[in-house]
């Protein structure tokens, strides 16, 4: 303090005392030398301990702290979602308050698509993990029940991705510049996974490709490795089913010949099930037969069985070719089905009962034969030399990432439903968070889709509940959109990709600005998910 003393008048002195007014304030908006955006203390969210239950003593750390952002966490190990007391909702929300602090909630670490340790769990364990995804979102609206607060789920949190690798011919910005190194393909019936990956590979239909000095020939991308199993297991089962056909027709061979003269009578199971007799349709008592007759009877008891199991596996792949072909397949398969049940019943009310085996082979030869003529690869007529689109083997192996995405879309939709029936325009938001790479949806585009896909089955949702299409879009465009982690994003730096890559991938989020929720704010090395506080590492770019 220092005293400064002045005359003013013939009654004395006037005294002034300062005091110290302080250094330079990091609090100072003006503070810096700093070319960026400035955000409010306020806008910034405080991080609670995840691994804890006791979430309550969490908030009022926060609330201590002036904190006026804080995210409630169910995301702890070992089901700690479910050991929350559910009173402890009620006391943070109060809490919260009396303190002016906006919560938001991070659900728990479920994967949506239904994938778990021992890969996909099919759709019983997606539709477990909805229904625990939705008591997350029940007790979201609990502590803010008029703020549609964001509720925060990992879009992938089990189901595997592609590992991608910068393509260092494109630019950063450029939809190619991300080159898929592996990655993994699902047997949508099964759930099992193989592994994909780019090779190169030499074969002898494609010289052109081939290099003898470089030892280069085409080079095969991942996605090419789902294709062909498709191709290929389908070949198999195709190529099976008219193998037995011919021995089918093998095992028939001459046997109609002996029954000429008995064009009128019909066969029928004798009574102890053993074998055929031939009934005379007058009479309606079994037909004496020679021995060659009753030798060529047995070869067409014998067919007809094997043809039982044809028709069996015939079915089969219909019904794959049906439920994993393409639009244009299946208008053409619907045609199949009416002429093959057309033909079966015509061969049910005869005239020709006594050759049964015979003509149902003749049906299923014409069946067999238009199935494969359904799912064979053509040329696209619009782009010669390129596959036609809509033909093809019946695609039950998928990219497991795009099978992921359908499933994933199916649960958000239905959340979003289900929390609009139930909380109306108060209902919680669905921030959806994008992991790393090895996980799905580690792009902004396969997030982007992500979102599109389960809006879109909420809006078909909200329209049969009789909302309008605009009405339905614009509240699915509320109620569900991206929680922008960029530490999770930075991570893609360990496959080589650069911070300009990573700047034009948010610039895709930013493109639609519907998308954005909320976000996550941290940074590490690239390498892991170290939730270093931002700027910690600037020193090593």
């Known amino acids: 303090m220092v005293d400064y003393n002045y005359p003013v008048s013939d009654y004395g002195t006037t005294s002034f005392e300062s005091l110290y007014g302080g250094g330079i304030s990091s609090l100072d908006p003006s503070f810096g030398n700093f070319a960026g955006y400035r955000m409010s203390g306020t806008t910034i969210g405080f991080s609670p301990n995840p691994t804890t239950a006791n979430q309550l003593n969490e908030t009022i750390t926060a609330a201590k702290t002036g904190a006026k952002s804080f995210e409630v966490s169910l995301l702890g190990i070992n089901d700690q979602d479910q050991t929350i007391p559910i009173q402890h909702f009620a006391e943070m929300r109060a809490l919260m308050k009396l303190s002016g602090i906006k919560p938001t909630m991070h659900g728990p670490l479920i994967d949506p698509a239904g994938f778990g340790n021992q890969g996909w769990g099919g759709d019983i364990t997606r539709e477990d993990n909805e229904e625990r995804m939705f008591h997350a979102l029940e007790k979201g609206y609990k502590l803010d029940p008029k703020g549609n607060i964001a509720v925060v789920f990992h879009a992938p949190n089990g189901a595997p991705g592609r590992d991608y690798t910068p393509n260092k011919d494109v630019k950063p910005g450029h939809k190619e510049r991300f080159k898929i190194e592996k990655s993994l393909a699902i047997d ?10 780019e090779e190169m590979r030499f074969r002898p239909d494609r010289p052109e490709f081939l290099d003898k000095e470089a030892k280069k020939g085409q080079i095969y991308s991942a996605l090419d490795h789902v294709n062909s199993i498709n191709e290929t297991q389908w070949d198999q089962r195709q190529t099976e089913l008219a193998t037995f ?6 095992i028939i061979g001459s046997a109609p010949l002996y029954f000429e003269n008995l064009s009128e009578a019909y066969f029928q199971r004798s009574p102890d099930g053993k074998g055929l007799v031939i009934i005379d349709p007058k009479t309606k008592s079994p037909v004496s037969l020679n021995p060659q007759q009753q030798a060529a009877l047995n ?7 094997f043809l039982e199991n044809i ?10 070719a049906f439920k994993y072909g393409s639009e244009k397949q299946r208008e053409e398969l619907k045609k199949l089905a009416e002429d093959y049940s057309k033909d079966a019943k015509e061969l049910e009310k005869g005239p020709y009962k006594l050759l049964t085996p015979l003509y149902k082979k003749e049906i299923l030869d014409k069946s067999i034969h238009d199935l494969w003529n359904i799912t064979r690869l053509r040329e696209d007529p619009k782009n010669p030399g390129k596959p036609d689109p809509n033909y093809g083997s019946p695609k039950v192996f998928m990219e497991v990432e795009d099978f992921a995405k ?7 939709g239905n959340l979003a439903t289900r929390a609009y029936d139930k909380f109306g325009k108060y209902a919680p938001i669905l921030a959806v968070e994008n992991l790393f790479q090895g996980m799905a949806f580690s792009k902004a585009s396969d997030m982007k889709d992500l979102i599109y896909k389960s809006r879109k089955n909420f809006e078909e949702n909200l329209i049969k509940r009789g909302l309008d299409k605009e009405e339905a879009k614009q509240v699915a465009s509320k109620q569900i959109g991206i929680n922008w982690d960029v530490g999770h994003l930075n991570m893609m730096r360990k496959k080589g990709f650069t911070t300009k890559d990573i700047i034009e991938e948010t610039k895709q989020i930013a493109k639609d600005p519907s998308l954005l929720k909320h976000m996550h704010l941290t940074d590490n090395f690239g390498f892991a998910d170290s939730h270093i506080p931002l700027g910690y590492t600037s020193w090593s770019r």
């Open 188 to 197: 949508q019936e099964t759930g099992q996974m193989v592994p994909i990956e």
């Open 245 to 250: 056909n011919k021995h089918a027709e093998e």
């Open 299 to 305: 070869k067409l008891d014998k067919a007809d069985v």
């Open 311 to 320: 028709q069996q596996n015939f079915n089969s792949n219909f019904q794959k």
């Open 406 to 412: 359908e499933k994933a879309a199916e649960t958000f």
